[in-house]
C-alpha cells in the first residue's frame, strides 16, 4: 500500500490532500478571503496565510482520511510554477515532514498536476490526449504522451485567459475574484449583444491582450452615450466577453486537434470551472466527434488531490528528490 500526502501552495489557496494506492480519500483546501479587499492576490499575505493555514490543513486532510501520520509513505508538493513566498511554505513544510518522518520527497509541477487530475477519477482520457489547460497564470495547449511526457504546443503570449476574465471584471466594476461573476452575469445576457475581435494570432499561441483593450475602449465609448450603461447592460457586457473569450479557447484547441489528429480531449486549470467553457467544449465535442473529459469543480481550482495523483505515479517509478531541492516560481510543463 502507498499512501501519498499531498501539498499545494503555488498561489493563495493551502490545500492538502491524501492519496491511497491511486485514491483520494481527503482533499482539503484552505482559502485566503484577505486579497479581496485589494482586488488580487498579495503576494505576502499570501505566503503569511499559508503559513497559518499549513499545519491545521494537512492534520485535517489526514484526520479525513482516517489514517494517522506516521502511515504516510511520501509526501509530494507542489514545487513551481507559483508565488515563490508561498511555494517556500508548502516545500519547507513537505521537506520538513519528510525528514522527520524519513520518508521520500516528491517534487510535483503545478501545470502537469492540473492535467493529471484527470486520473482522479472515472472517465479518465487515453493516451495520447489534448488538454487546454487554462488559469489566471496560464494557457496552455498540451499533448499528453504518458503520466510525465507532455509537449507544449502553444500557450498565451501575453495574458492569461483566467487573467483576462479578472481584468476585465475591474473594467466592469465587479468584486475579486471577477470570472466567477462574469460567468454568473453571463448565463443570464445575450451572448451576441457586443462584437468583440478574435485576435488573429499565428499557431496554437493566444493572446488577449489586445480583447481587453477593445472592451475597455468599448465600454468607455458606451458610458459617454449612457453613464448608466454597465448598470444597465451588464448581464449582456459579461455574456458577450464570455463568448469571446471562449471562442477564442475553443477555436485553437479545434486547430489543434486537426493538426494531431487526436481524439481524446481534455480541459483542467481554474478557468476550467467556466460554464460557457464547458458548455461549449461538449458542443464542439459533439459535432467533431471528440472524447471530451472535463474535470470536476474541486479539482479544476488549485488543490491538493492534483498533486498528490501526480505524485503517487512519481511514486511507482520512484522518483524521489533531495533535501536541497528548491521551489521555482517558473516552471514549463
Not at 485589494?38 to 492534520?59: C, F, K, M, N, W
Not at 475553443?250 to 486549470?269: F, S
Request: aromatic share 8%.
Amino acid at each position: 500500500m502507498a499512501v501519498i500526502l499531498g501539498i499545494e501552495s503555488s498561489c493563495d489557496e493551502t490545500s492538502a490532500a491524501i492519496c491511497i494506492d491511486g485514491e483520494i480519500k481527503s482533499n482539503i483546501i484552505a482559502g485566503q478571503a484577505i486579497h479581496a479587499k485589494y482586488g488580487g492576490v498579495v503576494p505576502e499575505l499570501a505566503s503569511r496565510a499559508h503559513q497559518l493555514h499549513i499545519i491545521p490543513t494537512v492534520d485535517e486532510a489526514i484526520q479525513q482520511a482516517k489514517i494517522h501520520k506516521n502511515d504516510v509513505d511520501a509526501v509530494a508538493f507542489t514545487r513551481g510554477p507559483g508565488l515563490l513566498g508561498s511555494l517556500l511554505v508548502g516545500t519547507s513544510f513537505a521537506k520538513s515532514f519528510a525528514l522527520a518522518r524519513q520518508i521520500p520527497l516528491i517534487e510535483v509541477n503545478h501545470m502537469q498536476a492540473h492535467i493529471l487530475a484527470h486520473f482522479i477519477e472515472e472517465p479518465k482520457p487515453s493516451f495520447p490526449f489534448l488538454c487546454l489547460t487554462v488559469s489566471g497564470g496560464h494557457t496552455q495547449i498540451v499533448l499528453v504522451k504518458n503520466y510525465f511526457e507532455m509537449e507544449l504546443l502553444g500557450q498565451t503570449l501575453d495574458d492569461a485567459a483566467g487573467e483576462a476574465f479578472d481584468k476585465t471584471a475591474k473594467i466592469l466594476n465587479l468584486p475579486y475574484p471577477g470570472g466567477p461573476l462574469i460567468d454568473k452575469y453571463a448565463q443570464e445576457g445575450n451572448p451576441d449583444a457586443y462584437k468583440l475581435p478574435e485576435p488573429q494570432i499565428s499557431g496554437l499561441n493566444f493572446s488577449f491582450s489586445g480583447l481587453k483593450t477593445a472592451i475597455l475602449y468599448m465600454v468607455q465609448a458606451e458610458e459617454k452615450k449612457n453613464s448608466n450603461f454597465l448598470m444597465e447592460n451588464i448581464t449582456d457586457v459579461c455574456a458577450s466577453v464570455q463568448q469571446r473569450i471562449v471562442s477564442i479557447l475553443l477555436n485553437k484547441l479545434k486547430k489543434a486537434t486537426k493538426q494531431t489528429g487526436v481524439r481524446d480531449i481534455a480541459i483542467a486549470g481554474g478557468v476550467s470551472a467556466n460554464s460557457g467553457l464547458r458548455q461549449g467544449l461538449l458542443a464542439m465535442g459533439k459535432q467533431h466527434h471528440w472524447n471530451v473529459f472535463i474535470p470536476k469543480f474541486e479539482y479544476c481550482t488549485d488543490n491538493a488531490a492534483m498533486i498528490a495523483i501526480a505524485g503517487y505515479h512519481k511514486y511507482l517509478r520512484k522518483e524521489f528528490v533531495g533535501q536541497d531541492i528548491a521551489p521555482l516560481a517558473r516552471m514549463h510543463v
